[in-house]
């Protein structure tokens, strides 16, 4: 079954910076990338997608990048705010979506 | 109307005890699904229904019993529950199943078993 790993576990960034979440998957089949945010005792909810037939996609501070070849994609924020703290889940879909373990970030005020 | 709605927001039950979680969307959407989140941990598939009809179980134990009356509702039936069953169960609705879809979540329960 699809397998989706994610890195780093817990991302620590000062206001301003960037921050960078890389995941990879397995099943060749997937062809939906979405990332979703989770607040702390809150629901999570997509906050950017990608299709396996786009390389990059962004929205205002958020882009995503999708390497098929390698099975790689990657979340990008830049000039990260105090609200942007949260975790965030890569996953990766097709006839089901399966989640990456998520990353804790933490941005210093 | 961009919501699903789950209830309870929180239960404690009894090992023997017998209770539903309910879930309730109003989008369109004719795929549901069941998650299970466990702390500091990702969403955990448990349930898909497409079209009113279970498309996926992903050999989850019987003492959990989906149902899907209609288009809009979900509901998970539980009995005899262990303790290591407790965790946020989140409900969630796409448009339809199959094709990698953004998936709308509720606010989950957070079920303590005793």
């Known amino acids: 079954g699809e397998n989706v790993e994610q890195h780093p576990s817990t991302l620590s960034v000062q206001e301003g910076d960037s921050a960078v979440i890389k995941c990879t998957y397995s099943?060749?089949?997937?062809?939906?990338f979405p990332w979703y945010k989770q607040e702390l005792g809150k629901r999570p909810q997509l906050i950017i997608d990608i299709r396996s037939n786009v390389g990059e996609k962004k929205d205002q501070r958020i882009a995503v990048t999708l390497n098929k070849t390698a099975k790689h994609f990657s979340l990008h924020i830049t000039e990260t705010q105090p609200e942007d703290s949260a975790v965030y889940f890569c996953?990766?879909?097709?006839?089901?979506?399966?989640f990456g373990a998520g990353t804790r970030l933490f941005v210093k005020a | 109307d961009t919501e699903v709605t789950q209830t309870p927001k929180h239960l404690v039950m009894g090992m023997t005890n017998k209770k539903s979680l309910k879930c309730e969307q109003h989008?369109?959407?004719?795929?549901m699904y069941w998650y299970k989140q466990k702390a500091k941990k990702p969403p955990e598939l448990m349930f898909v229904?497409?079209?009113?009809?279970?498309?996926i179980n992903e050999s989850v134990p019987s003492r959990f019993s989906p149902e899907c009356p209609n288009s809009s509702l979900l509901n998970l039936h539980l009995h005899a529950l262990q303790p290591e069953d407790s965790a946020l169960y989140l409900c969630a609705s796409s448009q339809v199943s199959g094709y990698g879809e953004k998936l709308f979540f509720g606010s989950g329960t957070q079920l303590s078993v005793l």
């Open positions: 099943d060749s089949a997937s062809n939906y």
């Open positions: 996953a990766a879909g097709g006839f089901k979506t399966i």
């Open positions: 229904y497409s079209y009113e009809k279970l498309s």
């Open positions: 989008m369109g959407h004719r795929a």
